[in-house]
């Protein structure tokens, strides 16, 4: 480890009147708006080959320190952008071959960040970055001021200014018209358009619209994400932006994945499984210039890509899916739900779907009256 300083709508895809779907599942098929895959690192006919030196923000995170091991693992060198020089030495793999560079970088600087990654000459990076402090000491609100500087102005953000800045690093390998894969991927969030549906939308897609993060979205953190999102988005430099739902670490990796847009995906999936995603997409063509949820599914067996899955999506630039296609996404996401009541609406935040099921209290609480403070995020820069 070396460290420096510095769209056709199936109104009849509901899984358990259309037969055809349980041929997708097993076969890894589907429609373009719901794909799945499998996950493990073969290549596909699809796949080009992976870049060979990729920038990872966030990179002492839970999901950000997977990211820098699944790169590893396959050879990739990687530059880790930190905040915290001796929490990379005891988060991040060992490295004995020099492949890995950890940098300290301010990921609210866009001087810093663009300066480490041309001095460094990556060929792509991987936005896993939240920025939250790891002080116990301090509060959610304070939490939140640390990653936002100020929480009610999501431009001063380290998403809205890290990103951007990103994005600018690669805005001239943009001019090659043979650049096909993925210069800027960003680990972002399930739910993060829901609080600014209409009423009418909420309610039509009530599982989705009313789970806990939605419904208390403290501090506007997720109005802020999808903000972030739509700069990366205006930024005109190849990305990919992927929204994992709930991460956790108890649930299976190896699940396949399930992917789907339109942001009405609830569901679960581990942080390996969201790594490997992050890194598939770097060879991924049809990773590019798309938006995408994925939860994992236990019991299907592996694909060889995710290129045959994320090939059926749509590119952002297509506009959004129709109100008809998100009904039939929404009908079939919801029979996927873990537990047997299978109501998202119902959970508190904290409270577990198993839980649900046999009506005990989640960890913050009851419906309606959680301790959202205990569950503000851990940091991952």
Known sequence: MKIANSHTA????????????????????????????ALNS?????????????AVTGATGRTGA??????????????????????????????????????QCDLGSEKDIISTITSNDCDAAIWCATGFSDNPQQ??????????????????????????????????????????????IMLSSAGVTRPSW???????????????????????ILNIKADSEERLRQSRVPYTIFRPTGLNDKWPAGARPIFSQGDVAVGRINRADVAKILVDCLSTPDATGKTFEAFSLQGYPPAPS?????????????????????????????????GETQDAAALAMGQTY????????????????????????????
Request: aromatic fraction near 4%; hydrophobic fraction near 40%; glycine fraction near 6%.
């Open 354 to 381: 198993e839980q649900l099921d046999e009506g005990e209290t989640g960890r913050l609480g009851e419906r309606g009256s959680e301790n959202a403070e205990s569950a503000a995020p851990k940091p991952s820069s």
């Open 139 to 184: 509060t959610l609100i304070e939490k939140i001021q640390g990653i936002f500087g100020v929480a009610i102005t999501p431009k001063q953000s380290i998403d809205a200014v890290g990103i951007p800045a990103l994005a600018k690093c690669f805005q001239a390998d943009d001019k090659d018209s043979n650049n096909t894969t993925p210069k800027v």
């Open 10 to 37: 199936w109104c009849s895809f509901v899984l358990l009147v259309c037969p055809m779907v349980a041929t997708a599942f097993s076969t890894g098929g589907g429609a373009n708006f719901f794909a799945s895959a």
């Open 198 to 220: 209409s009423e009418e939308k909420k309610a039509m897609f009530e599982g989705s619209a009313d789970i806990p993060i939605v419904r208390l979205n403290p501090f506007n």
């Open 42 to 54: 073969s290549v596909s006919a699809t796949d080009i080959a992976m870049p060979q030196k990729i």
């Open 306 to 338: 995710v290129s045959t899955a994320l090939s059926r999506l749509q590119k952002d630039s297509d506009g959004p899916l129709s109100d008809a296609t998100l009904s039939c996404t929404y009908s079939a996401m919801q029979q996927l739900l873990p």
């Open 66 to 103: 997977l990211v820098v091991k699944e790169l590893l693992d396959r050879g990739v060198d990687v530059v880790a952008l930190v905040r915290d020089l001796s929490k990379a030495e005891t988060s991040l793999p060992n490295d004995d071959d020099g492949s890995l560079t950890v940098i």
